[in-house]
């Protein structure tokens, strides 16, 4: 037990470290661009205000709420205290929703997109891609180099394709957004018709972008294994090749099950340009807003949750491995 | 070497990925050649020109004109005229009219037109609006303009008096051969929303992304390089550090990173090759902790300790004794760092963080203004579709050359 604890301090405090360079990074980097949102707020509140002293003394009040009064190193302190304690600050370009209003209207939304996606173009991708390896002759001819070229298409350009095959010319899924623009979100029937057929295209254009990269990582895998030394055994020991398939799907399938975890723990960051294209209202069309509009406490705070996303998938990843994965629990008793 | 070269042509994957980027390459040199200027210059004042031919109406009126009396010339200028919404318009007059119309196929220009000037007159039908009624006559109008036409007369103002005098007439069987006409100008594919030649937009813009990607994938590759030589070689304390940086690095999602550092830089700053440079950035960590495993591996065999009891300096034996057997596979991440690179350019494009646009086209930025201009919803396919198509090219050149090097210095992946 003395093994594991020391592990998984050691991945703990590896959280830890990553987690605080990550907050300085997203704090500082958006907070150098050259810009004064500050200013743009003032002049669309004080329109028509001519008195200088006036204008000044607005502009200072929102200053001091935003607190860009102070040096920047006030400002980080200011930043993380109220970030612990769930406060994300107030939106520069959305003015006066909260940080914390817009991401927890728009999070949802990224979940709900991505994470069925994600486990649907896992599971057919696999099954494809362990098909594919099993079957060889031909399809390999054919169905890869194909399959190669369509993984290939970036996921906004899959993403434009289906939008204009499905929406603009056969015109069997809306074009754009989330649930139609007339409409008010609540739980009446009409809202989720409308949200599940917005729902479509999204979907399977991320479905379709999983599938691809799956198939192909589960074929060679697959591949890999069927070659390996213990099925060539296996078949001198006379075991059946159903039972052998068997084992090499077990073996092939460990890589993809990180694999899987991991493209959860990225999924926020690989929807957002997909996001954008439909004008989904997720976390992508948010980060689109406000790179536009040089809102960086939004910024700050978007970019921060995709973070801690990842950072948190990893850290599952690590404990997990620390009691499956034999290596890992090898090195640790040894030392 | 020459062997491996060998080997390396021998493979189909590889071969075929190297003839579709050379022949990408060749085009991105000589298609300026054919069409020079600048792939920036607005020749259209509209948006999305459709892709075509296209001659000055001034100069084909002073031409040299040729008669040609052709059966379906008066079907197709009907033809060009009725739009299948104006066609199918049609028939639903006549159905409301109370005419037979069963079995009339819209298509059918000759039938449609028979049953049309049967059955027309300028009523009101019930269950039509005003709107509707004037919407018809016109479109009579036309038609049995286009069919009872003779000629046009060609008018010019006399600048001075301000009366008009006839310059020429055009009849209906006059034609004119394109090599008369002064000016014509072929774009293949159109114009994007601002009014430029896309084709030469196009290749200019596969030539930058290109160039983002090289960028990018020399940085990206020679910060992992040598990072995970220096770890891997030396070991120890500076092994502990890089290695501290490198997992930090790993885990925050590079393309975060790449979107906070390129917001950090302002929108004027932002050149397509300090973008590239940023992109390489931020993406170096695997080829770090690749070759940093490699070279752990190596650091202990035999020819190593060898070289370091004969007293090599260790640049010597770095280069010496251990590049040569990590080199394939840093070709290989170096491939795939420069598709990597395109892509992650687009898509910083895409979320308007790319390089600033009055400078250089690149592949991101003709897909950014495709999409905020709505190319996609107006039917402009060539201003994002050849976008999506090259990109997709580019990368599966790249991807092919990078598993055909894999089956060849891999042998367990070998077929």
Request: glycine fraction near 8%; include cysteine; proline fraction near 4%.
């Amino acid at each position: 037990m003395k093994g594991y604890k020391k592990y998984f301090g050691k991945k703990i405090l590896w959280f830890v470290l990553t987690l605080i360079v990550a907050v300085i990074l997203n704090f500082i980097l958006p907070r150098l661009m050259p810009s004064d949102p500050v200013a743009s707020i003032t002049a669309k509140v004080a329109e028509g205000v001519t008195d200088a002293a006036a204008v000044q003394a607005i502009y200072e009040r929102y200053a001091e709420e935003f607190g860009i009064n102070k040096s920047l190193f006030e400002q980080f302190f200011i930043f993380v205290g109220n970030a612990l304690r769930g406060n994300l600050g107030t939106s520069f370009s959305q003015y006066p929703r909260t940080v914390n209003n817009i991401i927890a209207t728009a999070l949802p939304w990224s979940l709900a997109l991505q994470f069925p996606a994600i486990i649907v173009g896992w599971f057919l991708g696999n099954i494809l891609g362990a098909v594919a390896a099993y079957v060889r002759k031909g399809w390999d001819k054919v169905v890869l180099p194909i399959a190669i070229f369509i993984n290939n298409i970036p996921a906004f350009g899959l993403a434009v394709i289906l939008l204009v095959i499905f929406a603009v010319n056969l015109k069997i899924a809306p074009v754009s957004g989330g649930y139609s623009f007339d409409m008010i979100p609540n739980f009446s029937w009409p809202f989720i018709k409308s949200v599940i057929s917005h729902y479509q295209l999204p979907f399977w254009s991320q479905v379709l972008i999983t599938i691809g990269g799956q198939a192909i990582g589960m074929r060679s895998m697959s591949i890999y294994e069927l070659n390996a030394d213990y099925v060539k055994y296996s078949r001198f020991l006379g075991i059946k090749d159903g039972k052998i398939v068997g084992y090499v799907f077990r073996n092939a399938m460990l890589p993809q099950i990180t694999g899987l975890a991991l493209s959860i723990g990225t999924m926020l960051s690989g929807g957002l340009v997909a996001e954008i294209i439909f004008s989904y209202p997720g976390l992508g069309t948010v980060l689109y807003s406000a790179v536009t509009s040089a809102d960086y406490p939004l910024i700050s705070a978007t970019t921060l949750i995709i973070t801690i996303m990842v950072l948190l998938v990893t850290l599952f990843l690590d404990v997990i491995y620390g009691f499956i994965d034999p290596r890992v629990k090898a090195a640790q008793f040894d030392a | 070497m020459k062997n491996t070269l060998k080997n390396i042509f021998h493979s189909p994957r590889f071969v075929v990925g190297f003839i579709i980027f050379v022949a990408l390459l060749l085009t991105m040199i000589f298609y300026p050649i054919f069409n020079p200027g600048d792939p920036l210059e607005r020749i259209g004042v509209g948006t999305f020109a459709k892709p075509g031919t296209y001659f000055s109406m001034y100069d084909a009126t002073s031409a040299k004109t040729e008669t040609f009396r052709l059966a379906d010339a008066e079907e197709n200028r009907i033809n060009a005229l009725l739009t299948g919404d104006a066609r199918t318009r049609m028939i639903d007059w006549m159905s409301r009219h109370g005419d037979d119309v069963a079995g009339l196929d819209p298509a059918d220009t000759g039938a449609l037109m028979e049953a049309w000037g049967r059955y027309y007159e300028d009523v009101r039908l019930s269950g039509m609006t005003n709107a509707d009624r004037v919407y018809f006559r016109r479109l009579n109008n036309s038609i049995v303009n286009s069919a009872t036409a003779e000629e046009l007369l060609v008018m010019e103002e006399d600048p001075e008096t301000g009366d008009y005098a006839q310059k020429g007439t055009i009849s209906l069987t006059d034609y004119v051969n394109t090599k008369d006409v002064a000016n014509v100008k072929t774009l293949p594919l159109g114009t994007d929303n601002f009014g430029r030649d896309t084709l030469r937009e196009l290749v200019s813009a596969a030539g930058v992304s290109l160039r983002v990607g090289l960028i990018a994938g020399i940085v990206a590759t020679l910060i992992g390089l040598s990072l995970g030589l220096l770890a891997g070689y030396l070991g120890g304390v500076a092994d502990d550090i890089i290695m501290f940086i490198t997992n930090i690095f790993t885990v925050i999602p590079s393309f975060v990173l790449l979107i906070l550092i390129s917001y950090s830089i302002s929108q004027e700053a932002r050149g397509a090759s300090l973008v590239a440079v940023v992109i390489g950035f931020t993406g170096w960590t695997w080829t770090c902790r690749s070759v940093r495993s490699q070279v752990i591996s190596l650091r202990n065999r035999d020819h190593v300790n060898l070289s370091k009891l004969s007293g090599h300096s260790m640049v010597r034996i770095v280069l010496t004794d251990i590049l040569p057997y990590i080199a394939s596979y840093v070709v290989m991440a170096f491939i795939l760092q420069v598709s990597a690179g395109i892509l992650s350019e687009a898509q910083l494009s895409m979320l308007g963080l790319g390089p600033k646009t009055t400078e250089t086209p690149t592949l991101g930025l003709m897909m950014n203004w495709a999409m905020l201009y709505s190319a996609h919803t107006n039917g402009s396919w060539w201003a994002y579709f050849p976008v999506i198509l090259t990109i997709t090219l580019i990368s599966f050149s790249l991807n092919l050359m990078n598993t055909g090097l894999d089956q060849v210095f891999n042998p367990t992946l070998r077929d």
